[in-house]
């Protein structure tokens, strides 16, 4: 009866959110309704995601968990091409960029056998992966079309000294390679001196051998951080040619098709 | 009027819906400066950004000693028609970096020293970080950085109108020693009257995407081109 448990010990917090209401109330607060709204919400959301993995994880199809992990992607396509609005065919670099470095991460944990081909594991990490590179995509090509336009001379200067379109966007490709990644590679050199995962948190406090808990954080670092590397690179590779045309012209206005 | 080393025939270009060039004929003899002049939104720099295919014209043709330099790999245009912008752009921690740029990248042998030298710059000023140099200063590298190549023919797209009177006016005496002693070809963007009398051999007029006319210098300025140069005064 441990899920009767749990819905009991929920509904015994509530008693805390009523010593929050009654002293807003008495300090005239104001804040009695937006609490009451997010008691509310948080329950039927929360119950609503729970019902959702629920249903995800019991599937047996692993066709399935590839058709989600594919959605997943487009709509990480599509969110990351709406930030970089102006760069050329930027949905198709960032499906390329996404659905690369998650078929080659999952698929590498797949056939090491590092986790089981399931979907408790695959949808979650994939989740990880997909959202993790999506950032490094939109991050990568706002910063080339940014740079592209707000250095404009130096790239006319480079290509006008014989530089292909390569060449003379190179330092930009580079810095927009460091801002993507650096965040991510500090995060992974620090972690376990200044902050816990939260998923290795989450697994200790759920009973989990310390140890165990963190075999799977280190997994998930490294997945993360060859993901989100190959994203933003091939992103990168892909998306500075759109300002560019093929004779090495930069194109009148950077964001002309 | 030697023979033409740069030929433009019938070049147009449109850029967001707006015509800026507009069918321009013009040649640019071997050996000579040609000053383009005329007033802000001529087109002036579009056309030398046609020259050397920076840009890709919609139509018409630029001919590099005949040939037409849309058969040529733009690289290699490029390498044989250099160029100088407004703003000098160095790259690199040094000057001696920022000199052999282009050099390098095409694996040409080029020597820092005696280009500042050729510029009027002291050959020790290679160590030094360029962006610690005048404007001034920068803006000769940028022309010894054109040099390294050894191009056939300079393009100078407006290249004293970031910089005060006195390094103007070296810039002025650099042009015409290189033209003196390179027999260099150069086309000299300008929308200076009186620079273009200082340093122009020939004058083409553009105004409105359109040429209005070429002329000799001594021939633009007296009387026949008296009605080009008030055109021009009138639209500064």
């Known amino acids: 009866m441990a899920g009767l448990q749990t819905v009991t010990s929920a509904l015994l917090t509530l008693g805390l959110v009523a010593v929050a209401v009654v002293l807003s109330f008495y300090e005239k607060l104001d804040l009695e309704k937006d609490i009451g709204v997010a008691v509310v919400r948080s329950f039927v959301q929360l119950a609503a995601i729970g019902y959702v993995i629920d249903f995800i994880f019991g599937l047996k199809n692993i066709g399935v968990v590839v058709l989600l992990l594919a959605g997943m992607v487009l709509f990480a396509a599509w969110t990351s091409a709406r930030r970089a609005k102006d760069v050329p065919r930027a949905f198709l670099f960032a499906a390329v960029a996404v659905g690369v470095a998650a078929v080659a991460t999952l698929g590498l944990l797949l056939t090491l056998r590092i986790v089981p081909a399931t979907a408790r594991y695959l949808i979650p990490l994939g989740g990880m992966v997909i959202g993790n590179s999506m950032n490094a995509a939109s991050l990568t090509m706002t910063r080339i079309r940014d740079d592209v336009a707000e250095q404009r001379p130096k790239v006319e200067a480079a290509l006008a000294l014989g530089a292909t379109s390569r060449q003379a966007v190179a330092p930009i490709l580079r810095t927009a390679l460091q801002r993507a990644l650096l965040p991510l590679i500090d995060a992974t050199k620090t972690t376990g001196i200044i902050f816990l995962p939260g998923a290795m948190v989450g697994m200790i406090i759920a009973g989990a051998d310390p140890l165990e808990a963190v075999r799977l954080q280190i997994v998930v670092l490294y997945m993360l951080l060859g993901s989100v590397s190959i994203a933003a690179i091939l992103v990168g590779t892909l998306s500075y040619r759109s300002f560019f045309t093929p004779r090495h012209q930069l194109r009148t206005t950077p964001f002309e098709h | 009027m030697g023979r033409p080393k740069l030929e433009v025939r019938g070049l147009r270009y449109v850029a967001g819906g707006t015509e800026i060039l507009t069918g321009v004929d013009a040649l640019v003899p071997g050996g000579e400066v040609t000053a383009v002049v005329g007033p802000s939104g001529a087109g002036k ?17 630029v001919y590099l000693d005949g040939e037409p330099t849309s058969n040529l790999d733009p690289l290699e245009l490029r390498r044989r028609v250099g160029m100088v912008f407004q703003i000098p752009a160095l790259f690199g921690d040094s000057v ?141």
Not at chain 2, 45 to 61: D, F
Not at chain 2, 105 to 112: E, R, Y
Not at chain 2, 133 to 158: M, N, W, Y
């Open chain 2, 45 to 61: 720099s579009t056309l030398l950004r046609a020259i050397n295919r920076l840009i890709e014209p919609c139509s018409g043709e």
């Open chain 2, 96 to 236: 001696e970096e920022a000199i052999l740029y282009g050099a390098r990248l095409s694996g040409k042998d080029a020597d820092a020293e005696r280009l500042l030298q050729t510029v009027g710059l002291d050959a020790s000023l290679g160590e030094r970080n360029p962006q610690a140099l005048s404007v001034g200063q920068q803006q000769r590298v940028s022309i010894a950085r054109a040099l390294a190549l050894e191009p056939e023919a300079l393009l100078l797209d407006e290249p004293t109108s970031a910089l005060d009177e006195a390094a103007r006016s070296r810039i002025e005496d650099l042009v015409r020693d290189l033209n003196a002693r390179l027999r260099l070809t150069m086309v000299f963007v300008s929308h200076d009257l009186s620079q273009v009398e200082r340093v122009a051999d020939r004058v083409v007029v553009l105004a409105g995407g359109r040429i209005v006319g070429a002329w000799d210098r001594e021939d633009f300025f007296s009387h026949a081109g008296e009605r080009a140069r008030q055109f021009i005064a009138g639209r500064l």
